[in-house]
């Protein structure tokens, strides 16, 4: 093992630690080695999220939801890098696709929401279409 991978395997677990709970990933994203595989449960994970934050905001609860929201921009993250990591072109369509979707339900999720809410989730969908450019511009390299 060269000294670059120990070192990361000593401190990637510590910053675990360190790092606030808000601003962490999903255990099931996180123990995912298979990088192709942690792009499809982040992207699990962020439809699953969405669905909670669409809760909360009808429970008067809009930081709740808020923070879901961050999670999800947290998770699309993650898609990307374990795409590029993966270095196969299934899985950066796979990810281009399912961005796409996820960001059309960003967005029919900030159409329902009234005026002063929907900052965070079209600051949110700018960021998925950010993410998804980047996965198509992979995609036609690929």
Known sequence: MTHSLV??????PMLALVLPASSRLPQEVESERNPGKRSEI???????SLNQARAYYKASQ?????????LISRLA????????EAHKSKYWKK???????LNRRVRSFSDELSYD???????LAEHLDSIHDKLL??????
């Open 137 to 142: 511009a992979g995609v036609m390299r690929k």
């Open 62 to 70: 809009q930081g709740k939801g808020e923070e879901e929201l961050d």
């Open 95 to 101: 990810a281009e696709l399912r961005i796409a979707a």
């Open 117 to 123: 809410q929907r900052d965070k989730p079209n600051q």
């Open 42 to 48: 982040a992207i699990d994970a962020a439809d699953r």
């Open 77 to 84: 993250d993650e898609c990307l890098r374990s795409a590029q």
């Open 7 to 12: 070192i990361a395997a000593v401190l990637v």
